[in-house]
Antibody, heavy 119, light 106 residues
Framework: QITLKESGPPLVKPTQTLTLTCTFSGFSLATSGVGVGWIRQPPGKALEWLALIYWNDDRRYSPSLKSRLTITKDTSKNQVVLTMTNMDPVDTATYYC???????????WGQGTMVTVSS | DIQMTQSPSSLSASVGDRVTITCRAS??????LNWYQQKPGKAPRLLIY???SLQSGVPSKFSGSGSGTDFTLTISSLQPEDFASYYCQQTYSTPHNFGQGTNLEI
């Protein structure tokens, strides 16, 4: 059974760096074909794809946020970490991590973690 | 970037109805199109991948079709639990953008 869970601070100040951790079980990022992605959703708005990391350490980013995002994996800990620099109130959102399946669809999602950016 | 446009943005229907939601890509994405359902306060749920393949555990009342730039999600015999938001997503090239969503209301 695959599960994922996001963790991180619920509140960050403008200009700070956000670090989110996705801790998962039921699969390994050392296995060929596996990937984990990050998606966010501002309150009342649509889903926004942020980044995706594959088993071979191939990393893909949203071009509009690429300068601010870094996605890394720790295979031994079964974790994926997303960092976002220079946080702004418009980055207030629920952040999800999800397991990538065939066709890069996200078949299993974490419960999400709400992050508010405010001074 | 490939832009995804869903229509309608909101849709009112009744229990028992059959509804169709449309998603259009700004360029051809072959069949790299996925559909998700999201209920308030919950994470999205994958319904359809590769335009028409039903995800395991999803009831057959959900069906998808299309290729290239135009895609549809059809939900038959609406039940109360189907009233939710629906999103399409292209995975042909990164960023794997989502559509703006369709809110299906009673």
């Amino acid at each position: 059974q695959i599960t994922l869970k996001e963790s991180g601070p619920p509140l960050v100040k403008p200009t700070q760096t956000l670090t989110l951790t996705c801790t998962f079980s039921g699969f390994s990022l050392a296995t060929s074909g596996v990937g984990v992605g990050w998606i966010r959703q501002p309150p009342g708005k649509a889903l926004e794809w942020l980044a995706l990391i594959y088993w071979n350490d191939d990393r893909r980013y949203s071009p509009s946020l690429k300068s601010r995002l870094t996605i890394t994996k720790d295979t031994s800990k079964n974790q994926v970490v997303l960092t976002m620099t220079n946080m702004d109130p418009v980055d207030t959102a629920t952040y999800y991590c999800a397991h990538r399946q065939i066709y890069d669809a996200f078949d299993i999602w974490g419960q999400g973690t709400m992050v508010t950016v405010s001074s | 970037d490939i832009q995804m446009t869903q229509s309608p943005s909101s849709l009112s229907a009744s229990v028992g109805d059959r509804v169709t939601i449309t998603c259009r890509a700004s360029q051809s994405i072959n069949n790299y199109l996925n559909w998700y359902q999201q209920k308030p306060g919950k994470a999205p749920r994958l319904l359809i991948y590769a335009a028409s393949s039903l995800q395991s555990g999803v009831p057959s009342k959900f069906s998808g079709s299309g290729s290239g730039t135009d895609f549809t999600l059809t939900i038959s015999s609406l039940q109360p639990e189907d009233f939710a938001s629906y999103y399409c997503q292209q995975t042909y090239s990164t960023p794997h953008n989502f559509g703006q969503g369709t809110n299906l209301e009673i």
